[in-house]
């Protein structure tokens, strides 16, 4: 009977414990698992003989956990977007005449040294999604210098390119975007990798912690990319698709549990990536979006109350996106990539300007200096229902800020600046090989940090802000608020 009530006593001190902890950041299975331990030692005890002193040390126990999980007055939840840099790196396998036959160029996101203080968890998870990335990139180097060697003439260009989908206080998600340039005579092969986290504690978060209705999301989803894809097939090869909707929704279904159909959580809804060559020669996107979902059945609470009407978002180089560039309801297919022009001086192609379309209407801004033209940063603002676009890039020894208004059917010119995306302090980012000084990448569209002044090179600049209007306009400030930093 003794050994029923003290049993009795320790498991609804046990109870009280993990009910005390909850809502708090301590692992509660971890603190489970002890509790566990010490229950099964001092019930162990209690058979043997009664001993209140084992009463007494469980409840020093419980008031211990309790000490470890509640964290000191002092120290205070970590608050806004963290500071994202963005990584550019390339690796190049040359020939005698100085041409590489192996091109590769990835880039990848990490948090500045402050914001990886504040979000340890996220700052490790970032880690994670840039080593899976580097071991894809490190497999196919390996393949590529195999190949090369068996065949001189073989040349290979790829690149891992990451964009940004959505960086609030909340929710942290991108896009990898893998393209082999050459292998086929579609174009470019390109597949996706996706992460998307929460901010606060670095878990990444799975599909089904969004979708309350799978079933009604991939009714959207199939519809929209069947037609696009159809009607691609239609106009490049003159055939439809094979498969029925049925079947084609079925896929879709499958290939999202397997990782093949990537996604991203949007601040205005989900966007989906589909590889190439898996139902076409070509890559695929779609988005569904929070206000597609009338009945209130597709996505969770949290998640659809969490649209955002002012953001910074990127679209992937090849496969493009849809955004609601005026808040209509309505998403249009946008792209902003960079477009390339044949030099044949080198017999290669070479950088030559920015190309933007919007719903169909197009335009290519070639740079001010044709052929000294580094690669482009390229931003899509939204706020006060417009969206513009943000681009920085090099040309020889000075670097602009341009930026250039999207609406549907019309891409117009916005304003243009002197100046680059601030640096990471040089000092703390040991980059090898043919590595960039890592730049802040924009986040709030009032607030972006950069270096500017009047002199002509960078090294005349000075950390400044600058505010993006709806129009396009640019603002800079030297008061940074403490946002940026002489480097």
Known sequence: MKRKTLAAFLLCLMSAALLAGCGKSTDQSDISDKLKDKLATVSGQGQEEDKPESIEKEEDVSESLKKEEEKPENEEEPKGVPNLLLFRQNAYEWKEDSTPSIKHQYTYFMLDGESAGSYKALAASLEDARDEMLAKQSEAWEKDLKSIKENELITFDESWEVYLRRADEKYLSFVTECSKEGLFDDGAYTEYMAHTYYVDSGKEIVFSDVITDENAFFDLLAEKMY????????????????????????????????????????????????????????AESAVIQFSEDADHVIFTDDFRDSAKDEYVIQVPGYIGSYIDVNDSGVPVYVNASEFYDYNESYDDMELSGLHLSCSGEWKNIPATMKGGTDFYNIFLLHKDGSTVVFENHDEYDTSFLNTYVLARHEVREGESLKGCLEWASQKDYDINGEGYTPVYVPTDPSGIRVLTGNGDYAEDWSPAVVNVDAKGNLEASSDTGGKAESN
């Open 227 to 282: 037609a696009n894809i159809d009607d691609k097939l239609q106009q490049y090869y003159s055939i439809g698709i094979e498969e029925d909707k049925d079947t084609f929704k079925d896929d879709l279904k499958d290939m999202m549990k397997s990782g093949k159909l990537a996604w991203t959580l949007d601040p205005f809804g989900v966007t989906c990536y589909l590889s190439a060559y898996t139902k076409a020669p070509f």
